[in-house]
């Protein structure tokens, strides 16, 4: 088979061994696999990593003990835990400190024709979700996250910074709960896509209001993003931070401890809310693909993905 | 009357008039004024601050409409907020955007002979409550927030980073709210104030626990403090911004976000609480007072207050 190689900031697709299946895990052929900012940051060499990337996908279960899977289409979390200890038996293993990470840390990644998941790490993806909108799952668990950590009501005025994927994704998965979304981005473009599942779009450029949102979502993947929030955050107000930036970000203090200002870290999510979502149509995800080539383009799929202006790039398995 | 006044640095005892009484006022002599940081880093002109200082105060009520006021002994928010916006009616006027600020924001400070305050803004200090000890109800109305802002179980343990004047009430105010309270300090003599309070102390300088607590309390005072708290913080965990440091903070965001850590900004508390602990002995605070000076020495009552290893420096009214 292939498989995408990350090393010394390169992608290479090299041959590979097709994956044995340990005990309790099975064997999938990738359909689609998307790439995520966190793969260009890998490629980029920010976390020492070397190996195949890939967290996000969908596959076709080729081998599993378990009859309901096999031959079935299945999407997977990305937390590989020890289903053990504290945090596993709080149903967290996501933040389980054992775990290895698909694609990230410890488990080679989805970018290859077959890849191994724990069979309790898939969910079976219903017929009315496409293969190029199941591979948003995880992301868009992610977006879900937010809704998990507090409880945001109903019609509450919410800001969303940037307007990349996980921007973009966001404001839909907020104003699918019906919140007054306003996306704050720099792309027309882009924000046409949140537009039209009825986000307020608001061009860069023009002055952000101070103090304004008791709810602000940093997902500007910029480190200046974080600062911009708590400026836009009433007292009391909450800012979710979503950009992963690895460079130190340099915050003031003062406004957050003077508005008493709660920043919340937010990562991962629950798979269930995000299969909801596209099951029943509530979120738009397939207008945020920018292009889909074949595995064996991966160098150019991650080339593109890189470009300013280009929202998701797909990866299409072997058929 | 004389008055403390700051300008280009410099602390100054100036000849003052004593000031009207606006309506619903009260004028109010100074007995006891406590030194905080804020009023070092005014000194140091971080805010362009020129007047008069002075925050934390007890004074005795000499004009006032309210005869349950007059010559009674009284402590007072600092917060001198409009009555009328939304945060006012939420009962949270120390975030009325139109709030003037004592010794801060345009109203003068408490480090004078006679000062005035809104009766409204006035608490009656029980007998059983020293001058020396009712100075402190402002900082520890600070300390006791936390406790409004979230719900830390009995028996918690809690990380209080630093072993400042705040640091020290703080570990106290939890402690006698039966937590676990770990101070990780710098100074021994300073520590044993907490220790008397069964406070377990850690003298830094140790390597510090890694994703050890649920809650971290930072309150060193120093740019490098948050990201020590945030590494002490387990996933999930909270962390209270109690150091108003003037220099940008630099923080690694990616811990926050993989761990999904919550930073909550804490300012300023309710005063009940505090008066409640003073009244029921339940912190002790007189033995962070490292010195009293009458306030025609504020020089070198600030200058003192300066030194590493000076704790509270109070200032005594006229007599």
């Known amino acids: 088979m292939i498989a995408v190689h990350l090393e010394s900031k390169r992608v290479e697709v090299r041959k590979a061994r097709r994956p044995q299946r340990p005990e309790g895990f099975a064997v999938i052929r990738l359909l689609r696999g998307g790439i995520c900012n966190t793969d260009l940051e890998l490629q980029r060499g920010y976390y020492g990593f070397s190996g195949t990337p890939g967290h996000e996908f969908i596959g076709e279960v080729v081998e599993s003990d378990n009859a309901d899977l096999l031959a079935r289409r299945v999407v997977g979390e990305i937390n590989l835990a020890c289903r053990k ?8 293993g996501r933040h389980c400190p054992k775990r290895s990470v698909l694609g990230i840390v410890r488990h080679p990644g989805a970018f ?3 890849l191994t998941l724990p069979e309790a790490n898939l969910h079976v993806v219903p017929n009315s979700i496409s293969d190029e909108a199941a591979v948003f799952v995880e992301p868009l668990a992610a977006a879900c996250e937010i809704l998990d950590q507090a409880n945001i009501r109903r019609g509450s005025e919410v800001a969303v910074l940037g307007d990349g994927k996980l921007g973009l994704l966001i404001a839909q998965v907020l104003r699918a709960q019906e919140m007054e979304v306003h996306l704050y981005g720099r792309h027309r473009q882009k924000m046409r896509i949140a537009e039209r599942a009825g986000v307020e779009t608001i061009l860069a450029g023009k002055k952000t209001p101070s103090s304004a949102y008791d709810w602000v979502i940093e997902a500007t993947g910029s480190s200046e993003g974080l600062g911009e929030a708590i400026r836009m955050a009433r007292p009391r107000g ?21 508005n008493e200002i709660t920043l919340v870290g937010s990562r991962c999510g629950r798979f269930e809310p995000a299969l909801n979502l596209l099951q029943f149509r509530r979120v738009n995800v397939t207008d945020i693909i920018s292009e889909t080539l074949p ?5 150019r799929a991650f080339a593109l993905a890189a470009k300013r202006g280009v929202l998701k790039v797909l990866l ?4």
């Open 316 to 319: 299409a398995g072997e058929s």
């Open 238 to 258: 909450t800012v979710f931070m979503k950009s992963t930036v690895h460079r130190p970000v340099a915050i003031d203090a003062a406004p957050v401890i003077v």
């Open 295 to 299: 595995l064996s383009q991966a160098r």
């Open 112 to 114: 290859r024709e077959f």
């Open 85 to 92: 200890c504290d945090w596993c038996r709080k149903g967290l």
